[in-house]
Protein backbone atom coordinates (compact mmCIF):
# COMPACT_ATOMS: atom_id res chain seq x y z
CA UNK A 1 0.00 0.00 0.00
CA UNK A 2 1.06 3.44 -0.89
CA UNK A 3 2.57 5.35 1.81
CA UNK A 4 3.17 2.62 4.21
CA UNK A 5 6.57 0.89 5.56
CA UNK A 6 6.02 -2.20 3.88
CA UNK A 7 8.45 -0.76 0.68
CA UNK A 8 8.72 2.43 -1.15
CA UNK A 9 6.41 3.72 -2.86
CA UNK A 10 5.55 4.76 -6.00
CA UNK A 11 6.97 8.40 -6.84
CA UNK A 12 3.51 9.13 -8.26
CA UNK A 13 1.31 8.49 -5.00
CA UNK A 14 4.19 10.10 -3.10
CA UNK A 15 3.75 13.71 -5.65
CA UNK A 16 -0.07 12.97 -6.81
CA UNK A 17 -1.44 11.04 -3.92
CA UNK A 18 -4.36 9.56 -4.27
CA UNK A 19 -7.69 9.42 -2.39
CA UNK A 20 -9.14 5.89 -1.82
CA UNK A 21 -12.78 5.50 -0.72
CA UNK A 22 -11.74 4.44 2.42
CA UNK A 23 -10.11 8.26 2.71
CA UNK A 24 -13.07 9.71 1.04
CA UNK A 25 -15.64 8.12 4.02
CA UNK A 26 -13.32 9.07 6.70
CA UNK A 27 -15.06 11.93 8.88
CA UNK A 28 -12.34 14.91 8.76
CA UNK A 29 -12.79 16.08 12.18
CA UNK A 30 -15.76 15.74 14.47
CA UNK A 31 -14.12 15.69 17.99
CA UNK A 32 -14.41 19.39 17.90
CA UNK A 33 -17.69 20.71 19.46
CA UNK A 34 -16.56 24.31 20.48
CA UNK A 35 -17.10 25.90 17.07
CA UNK A 36 -18.38 23.81 14.41
CA UNK A 37 -16.73 24.21 11.08
CA UNK A 38 -18.53 23.32 7.73
CA UNK A 39 -16.88 20.49 6.19
CA UNK A 40 -14.76 21.23 2.98
CA UNK A 41 -16.07 19.68 -0.05
CA UNK A 42 -15.05 16.99 -1.67
CA UNK A 43 -13.03 16.82 -4.80
CA UNK A 44 -12.33 14.11 -6.14
CA UNK A 45 -8.20 14.66 -7.33
CA UNK A 46 -7.61 15.17 -10.58
CA UNK A 47 -4.09 13.61 -11.58
CA UNK A 48 -2.69 15.22 -14.93
CA UNK A 49 -0.14 13.46 -16.47
CA UNK A 50 2.57 14.67 -18.43
CA UNK A 51 2.11 17.35 -21.28
CA UNK A 52 1.83 15.84 -25.01
CA UNK A 53 4.53 14.77 -26.66
CA UNK A 54 6.21 14.55 -23.06
CA UNK A 55 7.09 11.11 -20.98
CA UNK A 56 6.07 11.03 -17.35
CA UNK A 57 10.41 11.04 -16.05
CA UNK A 58 10.04 14.38 -18.14
CA UNK A 59 8.46 15.58 -14.44
CA UNK A 60 11.21 15.28 -12.54
CA UNK A 61 14.95 16.73 -13.11
CA UNK A 62 17.43 15.84 -15.33
CA UNK A 63 19.11 12.53 -13.43
CA UNK A 64 17.07 12.08 -10.36
CA UNK A 65 14.51 9.29 -10.10
CA UNK A 66 11.02 9.81 -8.38
CA UNK A 67 12.67 6.99 -5.68
CA UNK A 68 15.52 9.59 -4.87
CA UNK A 69 12.99 12.38 -3.88
CA UNK A 70 10.95 9.31 -1.88
CA UNK A 71 14.19 8.27 -0.41
CA UNK A 72 14.91 12.01 0.64
CA UNK A 73 11.12 12.50 2.43
CA UNK A 74 11.96 9.76 4.18
CA UNK A 75 15.38 10.18 5.41
CA UNK A 76 14.90 13.72 6.16
CA UNK A 77 15.91 14.80 9.78
CA UNK A 78 13.30 17.07 9.64
CA UNK A 79 9.36 15.26 10.42
CA UNK A 80 7.35 15.40 8.14
CA UNK A 81 3.88 14.02 6.66
CA UNK A 82 1.69 14.51 4.06
CA UNK A 83 -2.16 14.91 4.47
CA UNK A 84 -4.61 15.15 2.13
CA UNK A 85 -7.58 17.99 1.40
CA UNK A 86 -9.88 15.88 3.81
CA UNK A 87 -7.09 16.09 6.88
CA UNK A 88 -6.08 12.69 6.35
CA UNK A 89 -2.43 11.13 6.75
CA UNK A 90 -1.16 10.01 3.22
CA UNK A 91 2.03 9.46 4.34
CA UNK A 92 4.99 10.14 6.49
CA UNK A 93 8.42 9.99 7.40
CA UNK A 94 10.59 8.19 10.18
CA UNK A 95 11.78 10.95 11.60
CA UNK A 96 7.98 12.37 12.39
CA UNK A 97 7.47 8.45 14.16
CA UNK A 98 10.61 8.50 16.18
CA UNK A 99 9.59 12.19 17.38
CA UNK A 100 6.29 11.41 18.61
CA UNK A 101 6.89 7.77 19.79
CA UNK A 102 5.08 5.61 17.20
CA UNK A 103 5.31 3.34 14.05
CA UNK A 104 5.56 5.73 11.08
CA UNK A 105 3.25 3.10 9.52
CA UNK A 106 0.64 3.58 12.07
CA UNK A 107 0.31 7.18 11.01
CA UNK A 108 -1.66 6.53 7.44
CA UNK A 109 -5.19 7.16 6.83
CA UNK A 110 -5.22 8.89 10.79
CA UNK A 111 -6.20 12.25 11.21
CA UNK A 112 -3.37 14.81 10.80
CA UNK A 113 -4.60 17.43 13.20
CA UNK A 114 -4.81 14.63 16.16
CA UNK A 115 -1.39 13.42 15.82
CA UNK A 116 -0.31 17.50 16.23
CA UNK A 117 -3.26 18.92 18.53
CA UNK A 118 -4.57 21.38 16.04
CA UNK A 119 -7.82 21.05 17.39
CA UNK A 120 -7.28 21.92 21.12
CA UNK A 121 -8.17 25.83 20.51
CA UNK A 122 -11.07 26.86 17.49
CA UNK A 123 -8.30 29.39 16.51
CA UNK A 124 -6.01 27.07 15.30
CA UNK A 125 -8.43 24.73 13.99
CA UNK A 126 -10.51 27.34 12.13
CA UNK A 127 -6.67 27.89 10.48
CA UNK A 128 -5.54 24.70 9.72
CA UNK A 129 -9.17 23.98 7.89
CA UNK A 130 -8.38 27.39 5.85
CA UNK A 131 -5.48 25.87 4.67
CA UNK A 132 -6.51 22.34 3.82
CA UNK A 133 -9.17 24.62 1.93
CA UNK A 134 -6.52 26.57 -0.16
CA UNK A 135 -8.18 29.45 1.70
CA UNK A 136 -4.78 30.44 3.27
CA UNK A 137 -1.15 30.34 2.39
CA UNK A 138 0.73 29.01 5.61
CA UNK A 139 0.01 27.92 9.12
CA UNK A 140 2.11 28.06 11.92
CA UNK A 141 1.95 27.62 15.91
CA UNK A 142 3.43 26.10 19.36
CA UNK A 143 2.44 23.17 20.34
CA UNK A 144 3.16 20.89 23.66
CA UNK A 145 2.42 17.24 23.47
CA UNK A 146 2.67 14.14 25.47
CA UNK A 147 4.99 11.41 24.66
CA UNK A 148 4.02 7.81 25.08
CA UNK A 149 6.43 7.44 27.78
CA UNK A 150 4.78 10.10 29.73
CA UNK A 151 7.22 13.48 29.26
CA UNK A 152 6.46 16.54 27.44
CA UNK A 153 7.98 17.64 23.95
CA UNK A 154 7.16 20.86 22.69
CA UNK A 155 7.22 21.35 19.04
CA UNK A 156 6.89 24.03 16.14
CA UNK A 157 3.95 23.04 13.69
CA UNK A 158 4.06 24.52 10.04
CA UNK A 159 1.06 23.85 7.32
CA UNK A 160 2.20 24.49 3.86
CA UNK A 161 0.06 23.86 0.70
CA UNK A 162 1.69 21.61 -2.14
CA UNK A 163 1.11 23.13 -5.68
CA UNK A 164 -2.61 23.19 -6.11
CA UNK A 165 -2.34 20.31 -8.59
CA UNK A 166 -1.23 18.25 -5.73
CA UNK A 167 -4.18 18.56 -3.44
CA UNK A 168 -2.31 18.30 -0.51
CA UNK A 169 -0.30 19.95 2.21
CA UNK A 170 2.82 19.44 3.99
CA UNK A 171 3.03 19.05 7.52
CA UNK A 172 6.29 19.57 9.29
CA UNK A 173 7.17 19.14 13.41
CA UNK A 174 10.19 20.78 14.81
CA UNK A 175 11.35 19.38 18.01
CA UNK A 176 12.07 22.91 20.18
CA UNK A 177 12.70 21.54 23.44
CA UNK A 178 15.93 22.87 23.40
CA UNK A 179 15.60 26.09 22.42
CA UNK A 180 12.69 26.27 24.86
CA UNK A 181 14.94 25.58 27.31
CA UNK A 182 17.45 28.03 26.61
CA UNK A 183 14.67 30.78 26.06
CA UNK A 184 13.73 29.76 29.71
CA UNK A 185 17.63 29.51 31.28
CA UNK A 186 18.06 33.18 29.88
CA UNK A 187 14.54 34.14 30.83
CA UNK A 188 15.24 33.48 34.08
CA UNK A 189 19.01 35.12 34.19
CA UNK A 190 17.16 38.63 32.79
CA UNK A 191 14.67 37.89 35.04
CA UNK A 192 16.37 37.57 38.91
CA UNK A 193 18.71 39.57 40.46
CA UNK A 194 22.25 38.21 39.91
CA UNK A 195 23.16 38.90 44.05
CA UNK A 196 20.00 37.16 45.65
CA UNK A 197 18.91 35.08 43.04
CA UNK A 198 15.25 36.45 44.05
CA UNK A 199 13.02 38.11 41.15
CA UNK A 200 14.18 41.63 39.78
CA UNK A 201 12.44 44.73 39.34
CA UNK A 202 11.16 43.86 35.84
CA UNK A 203 9.71 40.38 37.08
CA UNK A 204 7.97 41.32 39.90
CA UNK A 205 6.31 44.07 37.66
CA UNK A 206 5.43 41.41 35.04
CA UNK A 207 3.55 39.45 38.04
CA UNK A 208 2.21 42.83 39.26
CA UNK A 209 0.22 44.05 36.37
CA UNK A 210 -1.23 40.20 35.99
CA UNK A 211 -2.29 40.36 38.70
CA UNK A 212 -4.72 43.38 38.80
CA UNK A 213 -5.47 42.26 35.01
CA UNK A 214 -9.57 42.06 35.57
CA UNK A 215 -9.19 38.76 34.68
CA UNK A 216 -6.78 37.51 37.45
CA UNK A 217 -9.69 38.58 39.70
CA UNK A 218 -12.67 37.91 38.38
CA UNK A 219 -11.74 34.12 37.96
CA UNK A 220 -12.01 33.31 41.98
CA UNK A 221 -9.92 34.76 44.61
CA UNK A 222 -10.52 37.85 47.09
CA UNK A 223 -10.02 40.43 44.48
CA UNK A 224 -7.83 42.38 46.76
CA UNK A 225 -3.91 42.85 46.48
CA UNK A 226 -1.11 43.60 48.87
CA UNK A 227 2.49 45.14 49.09
CA UNK A 228 5.19 45.15 51.39
CA UNK A 229 7.81 47.52 50.32
CA UNK A 230 10.72 47.65 53.10
CA UNK A 231 13.98 49.57 52.80
CA UNK A 232 17.16 48.36 54.88
CA UNK A 233 17.90 51.41 57.37
CA UNK A 234 21.54 52.54 57.51
CA UNK A 235 23.09 49.58 54.66
CA UNK A 236 24.89 52.60 52.79
CA UNK A 237 27.58 52.54 55.85
CA UNK A 238 27.59 49.26 55.19
CA UNK A 239 29.41 49.54 51.67
CA UNK A 240 31.04 52.53 52.72
CA UNK A 241 32.97 50.94 55.76
CA UNK A 242 32.81 47.55 54.78
CA UNK A 243 32.89 47.47 50.99
CA UNK A 244 30.48 45.98 48.60
CA UNK A 245 31.51 42.61 48.69
CA UNK A 246 30.26 42.88 52.31
CA UNK A 247 27.36 44.86 51.44
CA UNK A 248 26.39 41.81 48.63
CA UNK A 249 26.43 39.23 51.52
CA UNK A 250 24.81 41.14 53.65
CA UNK A 251 21.75 41.69 50.60
CA UNK A 252 21.98 37.87 49.85
CA UNK A 253 21.30 36.92 53.82
CA UNK A 254 18.57 39.44 53.92
CA UNK A 255 16.80 37.60 50.71
CA UNK A 256 17.36 33.84 52.41
CA UNK A 257 15.36 35.53 55.66
CA UNK A 258 12.56 37.20 53.59
CA UNK A 259 12.19 34.22 51.57
CA UNK A 260 11.11 32.03 54.69
CA UNK A 261 8.88 34.44 55.98
CA UNK A 262 7.02 34.44 52.78
CA UNK A 263 7.06 30.40 53.07
CA UNK A 264 5.85 30.72 56.36
CA UNK A 265 3.07 33.15 55.66
CA UNK A 266 2.44 30.73 52.26
CA UNK A 267 1.76 27.89 54.42
CA UNK A 268 -1.43 28.81 55.87
CA UNK A 269 -2.43 30.86 52.73
CA UNK A 270 -3.71 29.74 49.26
CA UNK A 271 -0.58 31.39 47.75
CA UNK A 272 2.76 32.48 48.58
CA UNK A 273 4.22 35.84 48.80
CA UNK A 274 6.28 36.98 45.97
CA UNK A 275 9.42 37.90 47.09
CA UNK A 276 11.69 40.54 44.65
CA UNK A 277 14.46 42.52 44.93
CA UNK A 278 13.81 45.96 43.10
CA UNK A 279 17.34 47.26 43.09
CA UNK A 280 19.88 48.80 45.79
CA UNK A 281 18.54 47.90 49.25
CA UNK A 282 14.90 47.94 48.17
CA UNK A 283 12.97 44.78 48.02
CA UNK A 284 8.89 43.81 47.80
CA UNK A 285 6.92 40.88 49.03
CA UNK A 286 3.82 41.07 46.87
CA UNK A 287 0.62 39.39 48.41
CA UNK A 288 -2.05 38.00 45.61
CA UNK A 289 -5.62 37.23 46.66
CA UNK A 290 -4.87 39.15 50.31
CA UNK A 291 -7.51 38.71 52.95
CA UNK A 292 -7.15 42.02 54.18
CA UNK A 293 -5.02 44.49 56.28
CA UNK A 294 -4.68 42.07 58.98
CA UNK A 295 -2.46 39.44 56.83
CA UNK A 296 -0.17 42.40 55.45
CA UNK A 297 0.52 43.74 58.91
CA UNK A 298 1.19 40.04 60.26
CA UNK A 299 3.61 39.56 57.42
CA UNK A 300 5.54 43.10 57.73
CA UNK A 301 5.89 42.29 62.12
CA UNK A 302 7.08 38.74 60.74
CA UNK A 303 9.82 40.43 58.34
CA UNK A 304 10.73 43.02 61.12
CA UNK A 305 11.16 40.59 63.66
CA UNK A 306 13.52 38.17 61.28
CA UNK A 307 15.46 41.06 60.35
CA UNK A 308 15.99 41.65 64.35
CA UNK A 309 18.85 39.49 64.66
CA UNK A 310 22.69 39.66 63.77
CA UNK A 311 23.91 38.65 60.56
CA UNK A 312 27.29 36.85 60.92
CA UNK A 313 28.74 37.09 57.54
CA UNK A 314 32.43 35.53 57.44
CA UNK A 315 33.23 37.04 60.84
CA UNK A 316 31.37 39.67 60.26
CA UNK A 317 28.44 40.44 63.05
CA UNK A 318 26.34 43.05 61.36
CA UNK A 319 23.04 44.25 62.63
CA UNK A 320 19.95 46.39 60.81
CA UNK A 321 16.56 47.24 60.54
CA UNK A 322 13.88 48.06 57.85
CA UNK A 323 11.61 50.71 57.33
CA UNK A 324 8.17 48.81 55.34
CA UNK A 325 5.36 50.48 53.39
CA UNK A 326 2.35 48.51 53.63
CA UNK A 327 -0.14 48.87 51.27
CA UNK A 328 -3.83 46.50 51.08
CA UNK A 329 -6.89 47.41 48.68
CA UNK A 330 -8.60 45.84 46.38
CA UNK A 331 -7.52 45.11 42.48
CA UNK A 332 -10.36 46.74 40.94
CA UNK A 333 -9.02 50.51 39.54
CA UNK A 334 -5.86 50.03 40.83
CA UNK A 335 -2.74 50.05 38.66
CA UNK A 336 0.81 49.39 38.66
CA UNK A 337 2.29 52.62 39.19
CA UNK A 338 -0.71 54.09 41.54
CA UNK A 339 -0.03 51.02 43.86
CA UNK A 340 3.92 51.30 43.88
CA UNK A 341 3.45 55.01 44.67
CA UNK A 342 1.33 54.81 47.45
CA UNK A 343 3.91 52.10 48.69
CA UNK A 344 6.79 54.37 47.97
CA UNK A 345 4.77 56.88 50.06
CA UNK A 346 4.13 54.96 53.29
CA UNK A 347 7.75 53.77 53.20
CA UNK A 348 8.72 57.57 53.36
CA UNK A 349 6.33 57.68 55.99
CA UNK A 350 8.13 54.64 57.79
CA UNK A 351 11.22 56.41 57.82
CA UNK A 352 9.99 59.71 58.66
CA UNK A 353 8.25 58.27 61.71
CA UNK A 354 11.38 56.87 63.19
CA UNK A 355 12.44 53.83 60.97
CA UNK A 356 12.57 50.12 62.02
CA UNK A 357 8.64 50.20 61.74
CA UNK A 358 6.03 49.67 58.83
CA UNK A 359 3.52 52.02 58.46
CA UNK A 360 0.14 51.27 56.71
CA UNK A 361 -1.31 52.99 53.99
CA UNK A 362 -3.13 56.71 54.79
CA UNK A 363 -5.68 57.45 52.70
CA UNK A 364 -6.04 61.00 54.45
CA UNK A 365 -2.38 61.54 55.14
CA UNK A 366 -1.50 60.73 51.72
CA UNK A 367 -4.46 63.01 50.27
CA UNK A 368 -2.71 65.79 52.83
CA UNK A 369 0.10 65.23 51.42
CA UNK A 370 -1.01 65.46 48.00
CA UNK A 371 -2.42 68.84 48.73
CA UNK A 372 0.54 70.15 50.41
CA UNK A 373 2.90 69.11 46.70
CA UNK A 374 0.26 70.56 44.84
CA UNK A 375 0.25 73.80 47.04
CA UNK A 376 4.10 73.95 46.94
CA UNK A 377 4.73 73.66 43.46
CA UNK A 378 2.60 76.23 42.43
CA UNK A 379 3.22 79.22 44.83
CA UNK A 380 5.86 81.00 42.78
CA UNK A 381 3.27 81.24 39.86
CA UNK A 382 0.45 81.97 42.39
CA UNK A 383 1.81 85.14 43.56
CA UNK A 384 2.70 86.65 39.81
CA UNK A 385 -1.22 85.49 38.79
CA UNK A 386 -2.04 88.02 41.88
CA UNK A 387 -3.87 85.23 43.89
CA UNK A 388 -3.13 86.30 46.79
CA UNK A 389 -4.48 89.08 49.55
CA UNK A 390 -4.18 90.69 52.60
CA UNK A 391 -7.06 90.86 55.61
CA UNK A 392 -5.78 92.67 58.63
CA UNK A 393 -6.38 92.86 61.90
CA UNK A 394 -6.72 95.72 64.65
CA UNK A 395 -4.33 96.30 67.45
CA UNK A 396 -6.01 97.68 70.03
CA UNK A 397 -4.63 99.79 73.01
CA UNK A 398 -5.97 98.79 76.37
CA UNK A 399 -6.15 101.78 77.50
CA UNK A 400 -8.29 104.02 75.56
CA UNK A 401 -9.77 101.32 73.24
CA UNK A 402 -8.37 103.29 70.22
CA UNK A 403 -7.18 101.00 66.71
CA UNK A 404 -3.34 101.95 67.39
CA UNK A 405 -2.42 99.60 64.30
CA UNK A 406 -2.79 96.51 62.59
CA UNK A 407 -1.76 93.06 61.40
CA UNK A 408 -1.31 92.48 57.73
CA UNK A 409 -2.17 87.90 57.12
CA UNK A 410 -2.01 87.36 54.14
CA UNK A 411 -5.20 85.11 52.66
CA UNK A 412 -4.32 82.30 49.33
CA UNK A 413 -7.66 82.57 47.15
CA UNK A 414 -6.60 79.12 45.51
CA UNK A 415 -8.66 78.10 42.31
CA UNK A 416 -9.13 74.74 43.41
CA UNK A 417 -9.08 74.33 47.48
CA UNK A 418 -10.28 77.95 48.17
CA UNK A 419 -9.80 80.21 50.66
CA UNK A 420 -6.19 78.99 52.59
CA UNK A 421 -5.18 80.95 55.49
CA UNK A 422 -1.38 81.04 56.45
CA UNK A 423 -0.89 77.63 58.52
CA UNK A 424 -2.02 76.14 54.93
CA UNK A 425 0.63 77.54 52.74
CA UNK A 426 3.51 79.93 54.78
CA UNK A 427 5.69 76.80 56.38
CA UNK A 428 5.66 75.40 52.53
CA UNK A 429 6.56 78.79 51.01
CA UNK A 430 9.87 78.94 53.31
CA UNK A 431 10.67 74.99 52.56
CA UNK A 432 10.98 76.23 48.90
CA UNK A 433 11.83 79.48 49.22
CA UNK A 434 8.69 81.21 47.34
CA UNK A 435 8.69 83.34 50.82
CA UNK A 436 11.25 85.22 49.63
CA UNK A 437 8.61 86.40 46.60
CA UNK A 438 5.82 86.59 48.78
CA UNK A 439 6.87 88.14 51.53
CA UNK A 440 8.14 90.93 49.24
CA UNK A 441 4.64 91.19 47.97
CA UNK A 442 2.95 91.24 51.02
CA UNK A 443 5.03 94.19 52.69
CA UNK A 444 4.62 96.09 49.67
CA UNK A 445 0.95 95.80 49.57
CA UNK A 446 0.86 96.19 53.73
CA UNK A 447 2.57 99.39 53.08
CA UNK A 448 0.62 100.31 49.83
CA UNK A 449 -3.12 100.03 52.03
CA UNK A 450 -1.24 101.94 54.81
CA UNK A 451 -0.34 104.85 53.65
CA UNK A 452 -3.64 104.76 51.83
CA UNK A 453 -5.34 105.29 54.90
CA UNK A 454 -3.20 107.23 55.93
CA UNK A 455 -4.21 109.87 53.33
CA UNK A 456 -8.25 108.54 53.04
CA UNK A 457 -8.31 109.28 57.11
CA UNK A 458 -6.04 112.38 57.70
CA UNK A 459 -8.02 113.54 61.16
CA UNK A 460 -7.18 110.41 62.55
CA UNK A 461 -4.25 109.54 64.42
CA UNK A 462 -2.16 107.30 61.29
CA UNK A 463 -2.02 103.60 62.54
CA UNK A 464 1.09 101.51 61.52
CA UNK A 465 1.14 98.09 59.86
CA UNK A 466 2.64 95.32 61.23
CA UNK A 467 3.92 92.36 58.65
CA UNK A 468 5.45 88.76 59.68
CA UNK A 469 8.63 88.32 58.18
CA UNK A 470 10.14 84.70 58.11
CA UNK A 471 13.65 84.21 58.53
CA UNK A 472 14.62 83.15 55.24
CA UNK A 473 13.90 86.33 53.76
CA UNK A 474 16.94 87.66 56.20
CA UNK A 475 18.87 85.09 54.97
CA UNK A 476 18.09 84.99 51.08
CA UNK A 477 17.19 88.41 49.79
CA UNK A 478 18.48 92.28 50.55
CA UNK A 479 15.60 92.52 53.16
CA UNK A 480 17.21 96.48 54.27
CA UNK A 481 17.24 97.26 50.63
CA UNK A 482 13.41 95.87 49.96
CA UNK A 483 12.19 97.71 52.72
CA UNK A 484 13.96 100.87 52.23
CA UNK A 485 12.62 100.44 48.71
CA UNK A 486 8.82 99.81 49.55
CA UNK A 487 8.85 102.93 52.15
CA UNK A 488 9.93 105.48 49.27
CA UNK A 489 7.80 103.97 46.83
CA UNK A 490 5.01 104.13 48.91
CA UNK A 491 5.60 107.45 50.99
CA UNK A 492 4.91 105.69 54.04
CA UNK A 493 6.97 106.63 57.34
CA UNK A 494 9.24 104.30 58.83
CA UNK A 495 7.86 104.30 62.32
CA UNK A 496 4.31 103.43 60.99
CA UNK A 497 5.91 99.80 60.09
CA UNK A 498 6.21 96.87 62.39
CA UNK A 499 8.16 93.95 61.16
CA UNK A 500 7.29 90.47 63.24
CA UNK A 501 9.83 87.96 63.33
CA UNK A 502 9.25 84.67 65.40
CA UNK A 503 11.34 84.26 69.08
CA UNK A 504 12.64 81.28 67.52
CA UNK A 505 13.89 82.91 64.67
CA UNK A 506 14.96 85.96 66.51
CA UNK A 507 16.91 85.19 69.47
CA UNK A 508 20.59 83.95 68.81
CA UNK A 509 20.23 85.79 65.76
CA UNK A 510 24.44 86.54 65.00
CA UNK A 511 25.89 87.73 61.78
CA UNK A 512 23.86 88.77 58.93
CA UNK A 513 20.31 88.43 60.57
CA UNK A 514 21.29 90.67 63.41
CA UNK A 515 22.65 93.19 61.54
CA UNK A 516 19.78 93.39 59.67
CA UNK A 517 17.31 93.66 62.48
CA UNK A 518 19.76 96.92 63.69
CA UNK A 519 19.72 98.42 60.30
CA UNK A 520 15.70 98.68 59.84
CA UNK A 521 16.05 99.92 63.65
CA UNK A 522 18.50 102.73 63.03
CA UNK A 523 16.17 103.10 59.86
CA UNK A 524 13.23 103.51 62.60
CA UNK A 525 11.16 100.35 61.68
CA UNK A 526 9.73 98.59 64.55
CA UNK A 527 10.83 94.78 65.30
CA UNK A 528 8.81 92.59 67.16
CA UNK A 529 9.33 89.38 68.50
CA UNK A 530 5.95 87.49 67.86
CA UNK A 531 4.89 84.30 69.98
CA UNK A 532 7.28 85.39 72.77
CA UNK A 533 7.13 82.47 75.74
CA UNK A 534 7.33 79.57 73.45
CA UNK A 535 10.78 79.55 72.26
CA UNK A 536 13.84 80.34 74.20
CA UNK A 537 12.88 82.70 75.89
CA UNK A 538 16.61 84.06 76.59
CA UNK A 539 16.10 87.35 78.46
CA UNK A 540 19.46 88.57 78.85
CA UNK A 541 20.15 88.33 75.25
CA UNK A 542 16.73 90.13 74.51
CA UNK A 543 17.96 93.21 75.85
CA UNK A 544 20.61 93.17 73.31
CA UNK A 545 18.55 92.72 70.69
CA UNK A 546 17.10 95.85 69.23
CA UNK A 547 13.33 94.85 69.35
CA UNK A 548 10.71 97.57 70.59
CA UNK A 549 7.86 95.58 71.11
CA UNK A 550 7.21 91.75 72.50
CA UNK A 551 3.93 90.01 71.61
CA UNK A 552 2.89 87.80 74.32
CA UNK A 553 1.63 84.12 72.76
CA UNK A 554 -2.28 83.50 73.13
CA UNK A 555 -1.45 80.29 75.28
CA UNK A 556 -0.87 82.45 78.22
CA UNK A 557 -3.60 84.78 77.61
CA UNK A 558 -5.92 81.65 77.19
CA UNK A 559 -5.18 81.41 81.39
CA UNK A 560 -6.71 84.16 82.02
CA UNK A 561 -9.83 83.07 80.69
CA UNK A 562 -12.69 83.67 83.65
CA UNK A 563 -15.64 82.79 81.37
CA UNK A 564 -16.01 81.00 78.20
CA UNK A 565 -17.48 82.44 74.71
CA UNK A 566 -20.60 81.16 75.49
CA UNK A 567 -20.77 82.82 79.10
CA UNK A 568 -20.05 79.93 80.96
CA UNK A 569 -17.48 79.81 83.88
CA UNK A 570 -14.04 78.82 83.03
CA UNK A 571 -11.01 78.48 85.25
CA UNK A 572 -8.26 80.70 85.30
CA UNK A 573 -4.48 79.61 85.66
CA UNK A 574 -2.91 81.64 88.29
CA UNK A 575 0.77 80.84 87.11
CA UNK A 576 0.27 82.11 83.28
CA UNK A 577 -0.81 85.50 85.25
CA UNK A 578 1.90 85.73 87.35
CA UNK A 579 4.08 84.81 84.46
CA UNK A 580 2.49 87.07 81.69
CA UNK A 581 2.54 89.88 85.04
CA UNK A 582 6.54 89.57 84.99
CA UNK A 583 7.18 89.46 81.59
CA UNK A 584 5.11 92.47 81.09
CA UNK A 585 6.92 94.38 83.75
CA UNK A 586 10.54 93.18 82.37
CA UNK A 587 9.36 94.52 79.01
CA UNK A 588 8.81 98.08 80.44
CA UNK A 589 11.94 98.05 82.03
CA UNK A 590 13.94 97.51 78.76
CA UNK A 591 12.01 100.17 77.19
CA UNK A 592 9.46 97.69 74.83
CA UNK A 593 6.06 97.30 74.84
CA UNK A 594 3.53 94.40 75.38
CA UNK A 595 1.48 93.06 72.57
CA UNK A 596 -1.37 89.90 74.13
CA UNK A 597 -2.34 87.92 71.43
CA UNK A 598 -5.87 85.96 71.40
CA UNK A 599 -8.18 88.14 73.50
CA UNK A 600 -11.28 86.82 73.48
CA UNK A 601 -13.21 88.20 76.61
CA UNK A 602 -14.09 91.05 78.53
CA UNK A 603 -12.11 89.33 81.17
CA UNK A 604 -9.34 88.93 79.89
CA UNK A 605 -8.94 92.36 78.54
CA UNK A 606 -9.52 94.04 81.94
CA UNK A 607 -7.22 91.53 83.52
CA UNK A 608 -4.28 92.65 81.05
CA UNK A 609 -5.13 96.02 81.32
CA UNK A 610 -5.31 96.09 85.24
CA UNK A 611 -0.96 94.34 84.86
CA UNK A 612 0.16 97.04 82.23
CA UNK A 613 -0.39 95.57 78.91
CA UNK A 614 0.00 97.80 76.31
CA UNK A 615 -1.96 96.94 73.34
CA UNK A 616 -4.01 93.88 72.51
CA UNK A 617 -5.64 91.75 69.50
CA UNK A 618 -8.04 89.31 69.34
CA UNK A 619 -11.86 88.61 68.05
CA UNK A 620 -12.77 90.62 70.96
CA UNK A 621 -12.03 93.48 69.54
CA UNK A 622 -12.14 92.07 65.44
CA UNK A 623 -11.72 88.98 63.30
CA UNK A 624 -9.41 89.82 60.23
CA UNK A 625 -10.94 91.21 58.26
CA UNK A 626 -10.91 93.58 54.89
CA UNK A 627 -9.13 97.08 54.24
CA UNK A 628 -12.77 98.57 53.51
CA UNK A 629 -13.85 97.72 57.38
CA UNK A 630 -10.50 99.12 58.86
CA UNK A 631 -11.55 102.10 57.44
CA UNK A 632 -14.94 102.03 59.00
CA UNK A 633 -12.94 101.27 62.29
CA UNK A 634 -10.53 104.26 61.84
CA UNK A 635 -14.17 106.48 62.06
CA UNK A 636 -14.55 105.86 65.56
CA UNK A 637 -13.03 105.90 68.80
CA UNK A 638 -12.65 102.14 69.74
CA UNK A 639 -13.22 99.24 68.20
CA UNK A 640 -16.67 97.44 68.65
CA UNK A 641 -17.25 94.25 69.64
CA UNK A 642 -18.19 91.35 66.73
Not at 26 to 31: L, V
Not at 66 to 83: I, R
Not at 550 to 571: I, P, T
Amino acid sequence: MSGTSEGPAPAGDLVRPTVTKRHVDASPRTSVSATPVPPVPSVSPVTPGPPPGESASAAVPDGTSPHTFHAAFATAPLAMALVDREGLVVTANESLGTLLGAETRTFTGRIAADLVDLASDTRTWHAYREVLGGRQARLRCTRRLKHPDGHAIWVQVTVAPLPPQERAVLISVADIGARRELQARLRHLQMHDPVTRLPNRTLFFERLSAALETEAYEEGGTGRIGLCYLDLDGFKAVNDTLGHRVGDRLLAAVAERLTRCADEAGQTRATTPLVARLGGDEFALLVEDSTGTDQLADLAESVLKALQAPFDLSGQRLSLSASIGVVERRATGTTATGLMQAADTTLYWAKADGKGRWTLFDPERNAHRMTRQALSSTLRAAVERGEFALEYQPLVGMEDGGVHGVEALVRWNHPRFGMLTPNRFIGLAEENGSIVQLGRWVLATACRQARRWQLDHPDAPPIFVSVNVAVRQVWDSDLVADVAEILAETGLAPHLLQLELTESAVMGSAGRPLQALQALSDMGVRIAIDDFGTGYSNLAYLSRLPVSVLKLDGSFVRGFQYENADGSSAHPNPADEVIVEALIQLAHRLGLTVTAECVETASQASRLRGIGCDTGQGWLYSRPVTPDRISALLMSTACPRT
